[in-house]
């Protein structure tokens, strides 16, 4: 059973930057696909971005130009950085990980606030 840890988060100002990023306990090239999620208080959960072990990446719409998702295959881990936040980027964001079944992380809190 994989676990996903995510770690980086916090408190930052509009227009600031945060990177996230998620330690896998097994390799990751044996996922067929890993992704960032995130959860705004009081709505859905919401694709951000995800790169397939082929190493095709999509973003989401409001996010393109500003976050970069990438993996480092030798630490185990997949990276989320983020520039120009805004306060709607503020959620919990979820590493996903997907191989025969899906595994979550607990999330880490991001608030973009003055």
């Known amino acids: 059973q994989a676990r996903l840890v995510e770690s980086g988060g916090g408190l930052v100002q509009p227009g600031g930057s945060l990177r996230l990023s998620c330690a896998a306990t097994e390799r990751i090239f044996s996922f067929s696909v890993m992704a960032w999620y995130r959860q705004a208080p009081g709505k859905e959960r919401e694709l951000v971005a995800r790169i397939a072990g082929g190493g095709s990446i999509d973003y989401a719409d409001s996010v393109k130009g500003r976050f970069t998702i990438s993996r480092d295959m030798a630490r185990n881990t997949m990276n989320l950085g983020m520039n120009s936040l805004k306060p709607e980027d503020t959620g919990v964001y979820y590493c996903?990980?997907?191989?025969?079944?899906?595994?979550w992380g607990q999330g880490t809190n991001v608030t973009v606030s003055l």
């Open positions: 996903f990980a997907h191989r025969c079944v899906g595994y």
